[in-house]
């Protein structure tokens, strides 16, 4: 499953390190199917809204358009 993860360079709770452990974990068993972001700043809505763009992009890669039903008709 592609797992897309981000964290604050400032955070308090150390997010970076535990991100990175994540990341190296999970990339074990599914190489190139995890990325990982570092944005300036801390556990904000600042660092939190920094890596949206960068989390929709990551997912959109792997959602399908919608097919169109023709049964409703």
Do not use: C
Not at 46 to 64: C, D, G
């Amino acid at each position: 499953m592609p797992l897309y993860i981000s964290a604050g360079r400032r955070d308090v709770f150390d997010v970076e390190f535990h991100a990175r452990q994540l990341r190296q974990a999970m990339e074990k068993p599914q190489p190139n199917a995890v990325n990982f972001d570092l944005y300036p700043g801390g556990h904000t809505w600042k660092v939190w809204r920094a890596s949206l763009p960068a989390a929709l992009t990551f997912m959109f890669q792997y959602v399908e358009a919608p097919t169109q039903n023709n049964s409703h008709k």
